[in-house]
């Protein structure tokens, strides 16, 4: 599918390759996908947990559980034998953890997380094999669910980010594919100061829409872009199809600045 690149005044050709190559310190390139297998009516989150209408965005870290729908997921199973979550701790800083799996049977994680953003397939049983079943990311105790990895997928796919302490966020461009030629409505949603978790809230903002039918298409966000996002700063996009439901994928490509 072609695909252009939407470049912004705020981040030249040649600085954004730079970053790539490594040659700026301080910056880094991040491409997020979203992916939302029939978006229907109701505006939803653009992830693989269907069905959610927002990002889980709790005001205190809690431990996570990650179980599977197969019992091949498991240490010593033909799928996936271990994952790797990410997120942000209490203090909005990023984490990560590794968990090995065990089947159908919950295993809690270690650290509590404030934010889940990534989970991705790091160990398997079969070579170049992948996960049997979905892999579901949730509040421990079969609380809330958070990310789901789909059966065979080998990662999660949310449109969810959460900016981490000390840093900025500059949007490089966005892109959007729709199953055939659909209509959807997509809303680009920031929501700062994350760690402000006592009233009066930050609310949370439709920064951006864009309505799209056909096969791609593409959005300039440059008004976002002009001052960057601030650290603890929850990016996520929500959609709805005006008539038929639709599978929906969302990617948008970011530099992250590490503020000194």
């Known amino acids: ?28 390139t991040v491409t997020r996908v979203g992916f939302h297998p029939a978006v229907g009516t109701t505006s939803e989150l653009i992830s693989t947990a269907a069905g959610l209408t927002a990002p889980f965005m709790p005001t205190v870290a809690t431990k996570i559980e990650a179980v599977s729908a197969s019992a091949n997921d498991t240490a ?4 996936v034998r271990s994952i790797q979550v990410t997120g942000l701790d209490a203090s909005l800083n990023e984490i990560s953890e590794i968990i090995i799996l065990n089947g159908a049977t919950p295993v809690t994680s ?36 958070i990310l789901v990895i789909l059966a065979g997928q080998g990662s ?13 966020l500059y949007l490089h461009w966005f892109f959007a594919a729709l199953e055939g030629s659909r209509n959807v409505s997509l809303t680009f949603w920031l929501a700062g100061s994350a760690d402000v978790v006592s009233a009066p809230f930050v609310p949370a903002l439709a920064a951006a829409r864009s309505g799209g039918t056909g096969a791609a298409f593409e ?3 440059g008004n976002i872009v002009a001052t960057g996002i601030g650290e603890k700063t929850d990016i996520w996009l929500t959609g709805a199809a005006t ?3 639709t599978a929906v994928t969302v990617e948008y490509s970011y530099i992250l600045k590490t503020n000194t």
């Open 1 to 28: 599918m072609p695909r252009g690149t939407i470049q912004y005044p705020a981040i030249s050709p040649e600085f954004y390759q730079k970053v790539v190559e490594g040659d700026v310190a301080g910056y880094a």
């Open 76 to 79: 010593e199973g033909t799928g």
């Open 110 to 145: 270690v650290q509590s997380f404030l934010r889940v953003y990534t989970v991705i397939s790091i160990s398997c049983g079969t070579y170049r094999g992948t996960n049997a079943g979905n892999i579901t990311i949730r509040v421990v105790s079969a609380g809330a669910t």
């Open 156 to 168: 999660s796919l949310s449109s969810h980010f959460c900016v981490p302490a000390r840093m900025t």
């Open 219 to 221: 959005q300039n966000f």
């Open 243 to 245: 008539s038929t439901t």
